[in-house]
């Protein structure tokens, strides 16, 4: 079955730092989301990003579907951006959503 | 407001109750799905219907059942939980498969 990769595991930040989180996935997909689940377990909607550039606010996007992955970038972090950030993709034969393992960001003030 | 929610969002059982996990949402969808999300092992998909009255088995049904008798609910059912289902479950709906799906904000279930 199709692998999503997320890198780094963890990463640890001052307050103000950017970051760029990736998510490298093994085979073609229809759909690619970008999550964050906060301390309290709550998973939010970043984007949804099969392709191309978004931006919302300090966070944004881009996929490149062609060389299979994904970047999210965060601008000047804050404490409330800690947490988990997850990257889904839904393969193209099938309709679940693949999770990647997530990426811990700890924003110390 | 558009919303996914479950009910409850945290459940303390003793194995072999049963017990059913509600899910409803506002926005019309199609497609809705249930994931479980176990330390170490991410997010993985247990049911998802495509529409009422259709279902189909995800990565880990095994002990669960679900129904869509209704386009907004989706209950999940465990006819005899028992500790390996100690998990935090979601529930998911999208308009339809391959869009954006919406997360419910998770019930947190212990089995004793």
Sequence with gaps: ?109 | EAQVTQNPRYLITVTGKKLTVTCSQNMNHEYMSWYRQDPGLGLRQIYYSMNVEVTDKGDVPEGYKVSRKEKRNFPLILESPSPNQTSLYFCASSWTIGNEQFFGPGTRLTVL
């Design chain 1, 1 to 109: 079955g199709i692998q999503v990769e997320q890198s780094p595991p963890d990463l640890i930040l001052q307050e103000g730092a950017n970051s760029t989180l990736r998510c490298n996935f093994s085979d073609s997909v229809n759909n690619l989301q970008w999550f964050h689940q906060n301390p309290w377990g709550q998973l939010i909607n970043l984007f949804y990003i099969p392709s191309g550039t978004k931006q919302n606010g300090r966070l944004s996007a881009t996929t490149v579907a062609t060389e299979r992955y994904s970047l999210l970038y965060i601008s000047s972090s804050q404490t409330t951006d800690s947490g988990v950030y997850f990257c889904a993709v839904e393969r193209d034969s099938n309709y679940q959503l693949i999770w990647g393992a997530g990426t811990k960001l700890i924003i110390k003030p």
